[in-house]
């Protein structure tokens, strides 16, 4: 069971409660480049071996979902 965390607590609240969806912005056979278009995170996933690197932090506190094909990043709960 998820349990809500004080809104006051630092990096939680509102901004977990929508995710953002990013959007591919590029790819190739190895690697596929990620942007939110609401808070301008960029992340480089590895298609063929497991990695993410992330270019632009944006809102580091929101959850990002979105992906490529079978490369999907999901919404999941924030561990305190």
Do not use: K, W
């Given at each position: 069971?998820?349990?809500?965390?004080?809104?006051?607590?630092?990096?939680?609240?509102?901004?977990?409660?929508?995710?953002?969806?990013?959007?591919?912005?590029?790819?190739d056979?190895?690697?596929?480049?990620?942007?939110?278009?609401?808070?301008?995170?960029?992340?480089?996933?590895?298609l063929?071996?497991?990695?993410?690197?992330?270019?632009?932090?944006?809102?580091?506190?929101?959850?990002?979902?979105?992906?490529?094909?079978?490369?999907?990043?999901?919404?999941?709960?924030?561990?305190?």
């Amino acid at each position: 069971m998820l349990r809500r965390l004080p809104t006051d607590a630092p990096g939680y609240g509102d901004s977990m409660d929508v995710p953002h969806e990013m959007i591919c912005v590029a790819h190739d056979e190895f690697r596929a480049t990620l942007a939110c278009p609401i808070c301008d995170r960029t992340v480089v996933v590895g298609l063929r071996e497991p990695g993410l690197d992330v270019l632009q932090r944006g809102d580091q506190f929101a959850r990002h979902v979105g992906g490529l094909n079978e490369t999907v990043m999901a919404v999941s709960a924030a561990q305190p």
